[in-house]
Each structure stands twice: as structure tokens, then as C-alpha cells.
T-cell receptor, first 114, second 115 residues
Framework: DTGVSQDPRHKITKRGQNVTFRCDPI?????LYWYRQTLGQGPEFLTY????????KSRLLSDRFSAERPKGSFSTLEIQRTEQGDSAMYLC????????????FGPGTRLTVL | AQSVAQPEDQVNVAEGNPLTVKCTYS??????LFWYVQYPNRGLQFLLK??????LVKGSYGFEAEFNKSQTSFHLKKPSALVSDSALYFC?????????????FGSGTRLSIRP
């Protein structure tokens, strides 16, 4: 399978705990995005990487959220001191200019904060 | 600011009939428009996009979309619906106000095809 992969697919945690999600983009894609989707809504942009550089962050990304993309390959999204309002589907997408910059999405990680 | 609107929360169609899922857009630059589909507990799958050229864009699974500049619309269509087309459909637009190629999604339209 050469698509975008995300791990874990589901995460249940207690309020106040830290969680980390991983995204592996399509191998030749240098652009990587994180989005958050709550029930009944479309995905909302969180952050963007071009290679290893984080070039843009949304206002939605509070100080408790941090994302990294070491070496410009996989990316991690960490949420510290989780709150019930963080419960959502976290989606990762990747793209490349050579591929027309179309974003291809992974299956998502569903986070439930109890 | 860029935005898209999907005026219908739900569309119900009988199998074999044509379907249309509506989308209107508002952009400050050239409209780069997309349609994605989401099946239950799955990520989004790319269907098609409009950047420039022909107003009728053909995509995956027999879907097509018609770009109409005067009506600022980008409706998704299929001549003959299948039960397997039942899913959540999102229209999206590229945000030109951003250094990233991020896209802004509509709220989604749930398409239900009855046998």
C-alpha cells in the first residue's frame, strides 16, 4: 500500500494525559498537512510542513499541540494535557507539486478523551 | 476570504437516477476547487478537481463536476447513482490567503442512494 498511513487508528485517553499520533506520507510527497474533523463538520486545517520545515500553524493549534517532521519524512502530532474538547478525528494529508499538489488523505486517528 | 457552501445536509436519490450534490464558492483569486468523498470511519478520498480549462471535470467512480463562474458553483454530478455511492461528500477550495496549499472544506452533504 503506497497511500498515506496513520497510527493509531483509534485512541482513547483520560483527560490530562498526553497523546502522540504518527503520519507516514506518500513517499515522494514533500508537503504534509494535519487537519482536525469533528462530528458533522468538514476538516479544519491545523498545520503544514514543506519537507522538515513547519511553515504554517492555525490559530486552532493551541500551545498544547505540537507537530514535528524530522528529516522531512514521517510526522508526529502531540497533544499535551488533553481536554474533552480535543476529541475528534485527526487527519493527515500529503502532496507534491509534481503531482499537481492534490492532497491525499490518510484514514485518520480518532481520539476520544474521557 | 475563501469559502465554500454546501446548502444541502442530505440528498436522497433512487438507484439508477442521476444525482447532483451542490456547492457554491467564494474566492479572492483563481478558484481551485475539489470534491472529496468520505466513507464511514475512513479518511477522505479525492474525487476530482478544477484548476483551469474545461468547465466539465471528470473524476473517479463516474463522477463529474461542472464549474460555473457566473453562478460561482461547482456541483458534483453522476448520471446513474449506485447504492455504493452512499457516503459523505465534501466540496473544498484552495485558500489563496495562505502560504500553505491548505484547502477549506464545506460542511459536507450526506448522499443516500436507495435500492
Amino acid at each position: 500500500d503506497t497511500g498515506v498511513s496513520q497510527d493509531p487508528r483509534h485512541k482513547i485517553t483520560k483527560r490530562g494525559q498526553n497523546v502522540t499520533f504518527r503520519c507516514d506520507p506518500i513517499s515522494e510527497h514533500n508537503r504534509l498537512y494535519w487537519y482536525r474533523q469533528t462530528l458533522g463538520q468538514g476538516p479544519e486545517f491545523l498545520t503544514y510542513f514543506q519537507n522538515e520545515a513547519q511553515l504554517e500553524k492555525s490559530r486552532l493549534l493551541s500551545d498544547r499541540f505540537s507537530a514535528e517532521r524530522p528529516k522531512g519524512s514521517f510526522s508526529t502530532l502531540e497533544i499535551q494535557r488533553t481536554e474533552q474538547g480535543d476529541s475528534a478525528m485527526y487527519l493527515c494529508a500529503s502532496s507534491s507539486l509534481a503531482g499537481g499538489d492534490t492532497q491525499y488523505f490518510g484514514p485518520g486517528t480518532r481520539l476520544t478523551v474521557l | 476570504a475563501q469559502s465554500v457552501a454546501q446548502p444541502e445536509d442530505q440528498v436522497n436519490v433512487a438507484e439508477g437516477n442521476p444525482l447532483t450534490v451542490k456547492c457554491t464558492y467564494s474566492v479572492s483569486g483563481n478558484p481551485y476547487l475539489f470534491w472529496y468523498v468520505q466513507y464511514p470511519n475512513r479518511g477522505l478520498q479525492f474525487l476530482l478537481k478544477y484548476i483551469t480549462g474545461d468547465n466539465l471535470v471528470k473524476g473517479s467512480y463516474g463522477f463529474e463536476a461542472e464549474f460555473n463562474k457566473s453562478q460561482t458553483s461547482f456541483h458534483l454530478k453522476k448520471p446513474s447513482a449506485l447504492v455504493s455511492d452512499s457516503a459523505l461528500y465534501f466540496c473544498a477550495v484552495r485558500d489563496w490567503g495562505s502560504s500553505a496549499s491548505k484547502i477549506i472544506f464545506g460542511s459536507g452533504t450526506r448522499l443516500s442512494i436507495r435500492p
